[in-house]
């Protein structure tokens, strides 16, 4: 599975960001989806995920309220979008993807990463 990211950029805090990710070389649905990130000089941490099969959706609780995670199963993509960024929220995104059975959370749990797209949020 490869996984290409996109979006991202220079967002003014109080605003809106949206980074997507497009999948190929697998099956889409049967593939859990899922965003981190990873902050200058800390580890990367879990954003939001989405499951395959029903598209239940989990988040961080930094991001809880404000972010939302979803995947278009016919273009084999996955969205982020979240509102009211901060400066906390300046970290290259990652799109990442699952394919074993069950839920993570954790970098380890997921086999397949993009290769990152960088958002800075300014004050």
């Known amino acids: 599975v490869q996984l290409q990211a996109s979006g991202g950029g220079l967002v003014e805090a109080g605003d809106s960001l949206t980074v997507s990710c497009a999948a190929s070389?697998?099956?889409?649905?049967?593939?859990?989806m899922g965003w981190f990130r990873q902050a200058p000089g800390k580890e990367r941490e879990f954003v939001a995920i989405?499951?395959?099969?029903?598209?239940?959706?989990y988040y961080h609780s930094s991001v809880e309220g404000r972010a939302t995670i979803s995947r278009d199963n016919a273009k084999n993509t996955v969205t982020l979008q979240m509102n009211k960024v901060q400066p906390e929220d300046t970290a290259i995104y990652y799109c990442?993807?699952?394919?074993?059975?069950?839920?993570?959370?954790?970098?380890?749990?997921?086999?397949?990463w993009g290769q990152g797209t960088l958002v800075t949020v300014s004050s």
């Open positions: 070389g697998g099956t889409f649905t049967d593939l859990d």
């Open positions: 990442a993807a699952r394919s074993q059975p069950g839920i993570s959370r954790s970098t380890q749990g997921y086999s397949y």
């Open positions: 989405i499951r395959r099969y029903n598209g239940l959706t």
